[in-house]
């Protein structure tokens, strides 16, 4: 089954990424697609019928054998796995109940997960699909960072930190362990349109910034990171509804919010160049927040060898590592450290190990 290639499912809230890899990682075809999921319930099917088979016909067409469609398998990220799912998993009939039942954990991902899922299975029924979970890579965490001030019945209830972006971060920690020895102590942050910071002691989480929900933590693009649990009291009383605290936090927020402008990293430095006050703000904010957290990841760690940027602004944004290199300098000596996202990568990885 390794000598196959492995279709990668990345599926969002308002774009569907796919990759076909072959067995050691390598990527024989990349594409990202946009779809309206939540507003389309045959989105799912529509994409699968218009895209995904001439897409991949270019390999596969000539490799159709008798025992049915010649890959090894279709991995899917999914971002919530609660409490259950800390490892590659094979969809089952249960398993995806279960999936079912968590997805109002997270409803922008996990939903138009399963509902690329139920495509492909109707596309190709004979092809084994895998998950693998963006909170996986934290059941490490201890209890210390992983409980919530909460009522005891709330806590026996489930609600607890989970924590996010587990692919990119396990993937950064085993990047940085090979090709840097001696890194002990590892925060890896994660920055792109999601952000989240991870502390890595050994190569295991033992903190991180997203909690329950990817809503927790930092300033992203158009999610509010933390906010006084008490100022989201005060719009419910004043007669917000629970739907539109949810649209206004994940939809209106962050950089976004903050600029009136953009959640676009790149755009907001622009604009803020040409003057544009509501840029300024936003990456100022952005800036504090992040530079916070990180202290506090330290703190977690007792010490940093090593600072990784991962994500689209952790890659690109030039301005942005020389801002955090500077302001950061009392935590030297450490080492800044740039690695490419790669979650297709290691899903494949995961996957083949989990189904030899």
Not at 203 to 215: D, E, Y
Request: hydrophobic share 50%; aromatic share 6%; with cysteine.
């Amino acid at each position: 089954m390794a000598a196959l290639p492995v279709l990668v499912l990345n599926a969002g809230s308002s774009s569907v990424k796919a990759a076909l890899l072959a067995a050691d990682g390598s990527v024989l075809w990349r594409e990202q697609r946009p779809w309206s999921p939540l507003a389309a319930p045959d989105a799912a099917t529509r994409l699968l019928e218009t895209w995904l088979p001439s897409a991949l016909a270019p390999w596969l067409a000539s490799a159709e054998t008798a025992t049915g469609f010649s890959l090894a398998l279709a991995g899917h990220r999914v971002v919530h796995g609660g409490e259950r799912f800390t490892a590659p998993t094979r969809l089952t009939p249960e398993v995806l109940a279960e999936l079912a039942d968590l997805a109002k954990l997270a409803p922008l991902h996990n939903g138009p997960a399963l509902q690329l899922m139920g495509a492909l299975a109707a596309w190709r029924p004979d092809l084994e699909q895998w998950a693998c979970f963006d909170t996986a890579f934290h059941a490490t965490l201890p209890p210390q960072a992983r409980t919530y001030a909460v009522p005891l019945s709330w806590r026996q209830a489930g609600l607890r930190r989970f924590g996010f972006h587990g692919l990119n971060h396990q993937h950064v920690a085993e990047t940085v362990t090979r090709s840097h020895l001696g890194v002990r102590r590892l925060i890896s942050c994660h920055l792109g349109a999601g952000c989240s910071l991870c502390a890595i002691a050994e190569g295991r989480s033992i903190a991180t910034t997203m909690g329950f929900t990817p809503l927790e933590g930092l300033v992203m693009a158009s999610r509010s990171g933390s906010v006084d649990p008490g100022l989201l009291l005060h719009l419910l009383r004043g007669g917000l509804s629970a739907a539109e605290l949810d649209q206004a936090l994940n939809r209106r927020s962050g950089l976004l919010g903050l600029s009136g402008l953009s959640g676009d990293m790149r755009e907001l430095r622009q604009a803020a160049a040409a003057g544009h006050g509501g840029a300024q703000l936003a990456i100022a904010v952005f800036r504090h927040r992040l530079r916070q957290a990180i202290g506090a990841m330290a703190a977690s760690l007792g010490g940093v060898d090593a600072i990784a940027l991962t994500g689209g602004i952790g890659e690109h944004d030039q301005a942005l590592a020389a801002e955090l290199e500077g302001e950061l300098a009392w935590l030297a000596p450490l080492r800044w450290l740039r690695v490419p996202a790669d979650e297709e990568g290691l899903m494949v990885r995961q996957c083949l190990a989990a189904g030899a």
